[in-house]
Each structure stands twice: as C-alpha cells, then as structure tokens.
C-alpha cells in the first residue's frame, strides 16, 4: 500500500525500498474533526507535512472536500480524504491513530470561553460518541473550548460507552506554552528555540497557570513585576487575538502550530521515541482536581507517565490555589452536561 505508493512518487528511493517497505515509520491515521474551519485548515496542512502521517482524513460538516482536495496536491507522504456529512463519520473514524478536535465556535470580544459551552458542548459530545464507536482505541487531541469542560465531556461519553481510557484523552493546552516561551523569549532576550517554560492548570483565563521560575534558559534579569506582567500576558494571550480579530474568531494559525507540535508529539510517543514530554489537560492526581494540564511523558499507550508539578515558587502557589474552584466548577459542569442530556 504506503510503500507502493511512496516509490511511485518518490523513485530515487527505490534503492532502498527494503527499508521502506518496512517504512521508516510506522502506518499512522490522523483524523481532523472540523478540518475547514479556522483551525481545521492550517492544522491540515501541517499535518500533511508531518512525515509520521501516512494517512490524513479530513471531516467537517461543509466543505471539506475543497480542503481535502487542495491539500492532497502536497508532495508528501500522506494520503489525503475529505468527508463531510455525519453519515460518513465512521468511514472517517475507523483505523485512526489520533483524532484531532477543532470542531466547534470561537470566541467573539467581550466572550468567554465558557460562553461557548452551550453550542459546544453539544458537538464535542456527539463526535465523542462517533469516536467510542469507531476508534475507540485512537488518542484524542481535544481543541474545542471550553478545554476545561469539554475534556471531562470526552471522558464521560467513553465511559458511557466502556471504552474510556484515561491515557488516550488529552485536552491541547500546548498553546499556552507556545505563549509563554515566545513573551519570555522577548522579554530575557534569549533564543526563542533554546526556551522551555512549562504551563499547568486548565485553559481558561487564571487556570492558566505558567510556571516561569521552571523557565530554561534561567534569566538573572527579570524580576518579580517582569513574571506578573508575562504570567497575566499567557493568561490573557487567547483574549489579546480576539480582541485583534476584531469579531472574526480567535487563534487559528498559532493554534494549528500548537496542535501540529503536539499530535507531533502523540505520534513520537506511539512510534516509541523516548522522552516526548509536552503539557496537556489529562485525567489527574497531580492535584484534587481530577483533570489538571501538566507535563506529561508520552508513549506507545498515550499517557506514560504524568510529572509532578516540581517546585513552585510563592507566586506560583498563590495562583494555584486561586485556580482551583474555577477549573473545578467547568469539571462538574462538564460532567452534569454529559450525563443529564
Ligand atoms: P471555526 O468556526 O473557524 O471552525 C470550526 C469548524 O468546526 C467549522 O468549520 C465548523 O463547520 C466545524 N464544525 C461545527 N460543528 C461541527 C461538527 N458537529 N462536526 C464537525 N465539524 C463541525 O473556529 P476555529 O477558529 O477553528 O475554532 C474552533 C474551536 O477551537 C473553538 O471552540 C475555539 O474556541 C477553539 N480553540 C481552542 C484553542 C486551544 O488552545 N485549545 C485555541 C484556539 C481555538
Ligand atoms: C486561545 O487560547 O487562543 C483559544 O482558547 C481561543 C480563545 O478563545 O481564546
């Protein structure tokens, strides 16, 4: 199949074909659930290049078949479906690796992300419902907000269904990191390659909680005002593009970035390269609160390992705690909306 198709397209590999035949890397089906949209369209087309997808499948409710056609001209590896159309959600679906969420309204000005619950909650809920029935064992990377409520909804519906299996459900927080390492890149004038600063909580508002005195590289120069000012700008930083959108959505581009570097991630882990640690929203006993982002070790099964928060500093533990009955609240809300309706 892929290896046929890979030396027909690329012949100078047929010199090794015995090592493609086996593949450099492993069959792996992406699925993107809300493909054409603002997110679904550049995430399509990162995924497109990502050399671990030997299988793109894109859905929507509209229009998919224009972003799927486009997309599939790109000279890389994998092939490329659009379906739209609930009926065609199983064909989607089945033999996927990974289900990417971004299906879903976003924000206008002057909105929260829990003011979109009542339309999203809905859709999260019934492509969840799709996934426990024909892929139920893919990991999901759930996009759609509210992120704090709409992870606990996956877990429920799967539950429901028998399948829930807490390493393979991850809420996408990897935007608030991409945040983080940029304005902390800018503001202790380091590289922003070299920058790592690990961002835990939820993703919403204060539940956004990063950690900058875990910052890499260390910087000497900033002081207490400087990590108030970069905490409440990641905090804020969803808010900063919808208020520069203007009416016209929220992070797409920099959200198909933060997405495409963390299926990335879920790839590497389910090809088994070693230490692939990313934050996300995941099942947790990091704290009380039974969801919680942190850094996470990803492997073959998902979730490898959950990391402990490490040592936080005064500020930081203020904000956690400040946190918690936020993040706890959109939980249960999350929780009653999967079970009652
Ligand atoms: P958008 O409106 O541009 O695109 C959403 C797409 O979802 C549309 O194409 C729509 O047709 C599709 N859709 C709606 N119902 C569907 C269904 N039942 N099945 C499949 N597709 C369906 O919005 P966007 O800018 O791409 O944002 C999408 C979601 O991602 C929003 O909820 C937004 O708040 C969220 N978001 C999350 C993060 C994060 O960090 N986790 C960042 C940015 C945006
Ligand atoms: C973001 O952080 O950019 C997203 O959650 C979208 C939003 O509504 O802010």
Do not use: W
């Amino acid at each position: 199949g892929a290896a046929l198709r890979r030396s027909t397209t690329e012949p100078s590999r047929l010199v090794s074909r015995s090592c493609y035949s086996s593949g450099p890397h492993p069959e792996r089906k992406v699925v993107i659930l809300g493909a054409a949209g603002g997110i679904g369209q550049p995430l399509s087309l990162l995924m497109k290049l990502n050399p671990l997808v030997s299988s793109l499948s894109l859905y929507d409710i509209a229009n998919t078949p224009g972003v799927a056609a486009d997309v599939s001209h790109i000279n890389s590896r994998a092939q490329v479906a659009g379906y739209a159309g609930e009926e065609q959600l199983g064909q989607v679906l089945e033999g996927s690796d990974i289900v990417i969420i971004p299906a879903g309204v976003p924000r206008k000005p002057g909105m929260t992300r829990d003011d979109l619950f009542n339309i999203n909650a809905g859709i999260v809920k019934s492509l969840c419902v799709a996934i426990a029935k024909y892929c139920p064992n893919a990991l999901v990377n759930m996009i759609s907000n509210p992120v704090n409520s709409t992870v606990p909804i996956a877990a429920e519906v799967f539950k429901k269904a028998g399948t829930y299996d807490e390493k393979k459900l991850f809420g996408v927080t990897t935007l608030d990191v991409v945040r983080a390492k940029t304005f902390y890149a800018e503001k202790a004038k380091v590289p922003v390659a070299e920058v790592n600063v690990p961002v835990v909580g939820g993703h919403a508002g204060i539940t956004i909680l990063p950690l900058f005195s875990q910052a890499t590289p260390k910087s000497n120069s900033l002081g207490d005002e400087d990590i108030k000012a970069l905490t409440k700008r990641t905090q804020d930083g969803g808010t900063e593009v919808v208020e520069a959108k203007a009416g016209k959505g929220s992070a797409t581009l920099s959200m198909a970035y933060a997405g495409a570097v963390f299926a990335d991630a879920c790839l590497k882990g389910l090809n088994g390269v070693p230490d692939i640690v990313e934050c996300s929203y995941v099942q947790s006993t990091v704290t009380e609160l039974p969801f919680f982002a942190s850094k996470v070790r990803l492997g073959k099964n998902g979730v490898e390992e959950i990391l402990g928060l490490g040592p936080l500093s005064d500020y930081e533990k203020e904000g956690l705690e400040s946190l918690k009955t936020e993040l706890k609240s959109s939980i249960e809300k999350g929780v009653k909306f999967a079970n009652q309706s």
